[in-house]
């Protein structure tokens, strides 16, 4: 250990004479006067050998000069070989993968093996310097002997200065070899991959298009229920067995049973006018495309359906036979009171010309009967004269009011519509048939509430009630009662007139509207006739329910207002 003075004398020394040094080389000592180091760390082979074989390290003093601290190089060589970074190197470099490993600076390697390659300078290769400035760990495949190496750079420091760069070379066979392995696998996936893939393709675009159709199927299935619920025919499907399969709205409205009552059951369980339909068309294997009509007797009222089959085959077998049903009953009335009135119509004008051919010799005979009741007179017999006189009088009379009835049902009053409030109607009506009511014990009930305006002739719908009251007095068998009652709807206003007389026969039903129908002894057969034809002039419907001993009603239909 040795001090030197600023100019770089040795002044004071506690080396062996073997190891003294006179004096600082010059360029040492600049650096270290100069203080462009504090520190300066001797090891070169050059630098040894101006400290005569010796490591030194030189101390730059706060007071100029600098101490010296010198070791033999020998024991540190030494030492080096048996723990330094070259021992480090050779076991590292045991491994199979590593070609070399190599510490250097700028300047020079400072330890590593790398035989039998040729490595780049560090001067020469701007990729080790960049590393070196930049201080970070950087990689490359570089080939050197024909061989591709895989060389990690890695920056050394100390005390956070670089000092140097550890090259680190791997062979690049064995990955290149892995590469081969994977590169082959991967094309053996690929394949896989591919095969998997197509398979996987053809399996969605497969459930794809059956999703398609699926959704088709349950969009044109809804909009075959919804055409189905919504067609203005009921429709029944029936198995070749017999058994329902389907019913839609329309057919259980017009046949008033639930679908759930109907669906799962046999055909026979449906009226039997239907299944004789269902059994025809499938006993001759046709389609009924012209419509059969069928009537049958529900509650108390007749319904006409009018029906027609579409069969379903496969392979010349019958799969299902479709029933169309359509309710006529609504369209039957009317045509049968279009009917009615035509004859009716044609009815009025015959007894219109033969009102008026017979009314003319009916007044010159009354006038002649007249004139023999004033001017002659017999002895004889003079009671019997006067009361058949009498009675030829009368009846000529009652046929000149058949005639007035005649004509008034054949050239009947323009009708003259004004509001009514029928309850009052109908009481002014009650009032004039309240004495005859007592007198046969007929008990009267008006339930018209609330207070209905129809629109009508006041006196020809006057002569309406009047008539039904009438024919309802002398059916009835005291003690009894009439009834009228009043119920409003959404666009007409319903009457039923009711009595608990004696009924009208079944077969009569149908032509109580006729003109000269009558059920009584003494009746004319124009009075309904002319209530049906002023109910028509109204723009209203009139029907006849009846049971024999249970009573007649007769339900009048007239356009509602108010």
């Not at 061989?147 to 290149?176: D, H």
């Amino acid at each position: 250990l040795d001090i030197y003075s600023y100019d770089g004398k040795r002044i004071v020394s506690v080396s062996d004479s073997v190891s003294s040094f006179e004096r600082i080389p010059s360029d040492i000592l600049a650096a270290v006067n100069e203080g462009l180091l504090e520190e300066i760390i001797l090891t070169s082979e050059d630098s040894i050998e101006s400290f005569n074989g010796r490591f030194t390290t030189l101390v730059h003093r706060r007071h100029g000069g600098s101490v010296a601290g010198m070791v033999n190089a020998e024991n540190i060589q030494k030492f080096r070989r048996l723990y330094g970074f070259g021992r480090f190197f050779k076991e590292f470099k045991k491994a199979e993968s590593i070609e070399y490993i190599v510490l250097e600076n700028p300047e020079t390697i400072i330890a590593g093996i790398f035989e039998p390659y040729q490595l780049s300078k560090f001067y020469e290769d701007g990729f080790l310097r960049e590393t070196f400035r930049q201080r970070e760990v950087k990689t490359r495949v570089i080939r050197y002997n024909q061989r591709s190496i895989y060389e990690a750079l890695v920056p050394f420091t100390v005390n956070n200065e670089p000092i140097g760069i550890l090259r680190l070379g791997l062979s690049m066979e064995m990955y290149e070899e892995m590469n081969t392995k994977v590169k082959k696998r991967l094309i053996i996936s690929g394949i896989l991959v591919l095969i998997m893939g197509v398979a996987l393709l053809s399996f969605y675009l497969s459930h794809q298009h059956r999703q398609v159709l699926r959704e088709g199927f349950i969009r044109l299935q809804q909009y075959t229920n919804l055409i189905l619920e919504n067609i203005g025919s009921g429709v029944i499907a029936v198995s070749n067995n017999g058994t329902i399969q389907l019913v839609n709205k329309q057919a259980s409205t017009i046949l008033k049973k639930n679908k759930e009552d109907m669906v799962g059951y046999n055909i026979n369980t449906l009226p039997q006018e239907i299944s004789q339909i269902y059994k025809e068309s499938m006993t001759y294997k046709k389609d009924i495309q012209q419509p059969h009509y069928i009537r049958y007797k529900e509650d108390t009222d007749f319904r006409q359906l009018s029906f027609r089959t579409t069969l379903l085959q496969k392979d010349s077998s019958v799969e299902t036979c479709i029933l169309l049903l359509d309710d006529t009953t609504e369209q039957a009335r009317l045509e049968e009171q279009l009917r009615r009135q035509e004859k009716l119509t044609a009815m009025g004008k015959l007894a219109s010309r033969v009102a008026h051919e017979i009314r003319n010799p009916l007044n010159i005979v009354g006038l002649i009967v007249q004139r023999l009741g004033k001017k002659f007179s017999t002895s004889e017999n003079l009671n019997d004269y006067s009361k058949n006189l009498h009675t030829v009088e009368r009846e000529i009379f009652r046929i000149n009011d058949i005639i007035s009835e005649f004509i008034r049902f054949a050239r009947p009053s323009h009708i003259h519509k004004k509001p009514l409030d029928f309850q009052i109607f109908l009481k002014e009506i009650e009032i004039l048939f309240q004495s005859k009511l007592q007198e046969n014990q007929i008990h009267f009930e008006l339930d018209i509430n609330p207070h209905p305006h129809i629109s009508g002739d006041y006196d020809q719908l006057k002569q309406v009630f009047i008539n039904l009251i009438e024919n309802s007095i002398h059916a009835v068998i005291p003690p009894g009662s009439i009834s009228i009652r009043g119920k409003p709807y959404d666009s007409y206003f319903e009457i039923k007139v009711q009595d608990t007389g004696s009924g009208i026969p079944e077969e009569e039903i149908p032509h109580i509207f006729d003109l000269y129908f009558t059920t009584k002894k003494d009746g004319t057969g124009i009075g309904l006739a002319v209530v049906h034809q002023i109910i028509s002039g109204h723009g209203g419907s009139i029907k006849v329910e009846s049971q024999p001993s249970g009573g007649t009603t007769f339900i009048i239909c007239l356009p509602y207002s108010g």
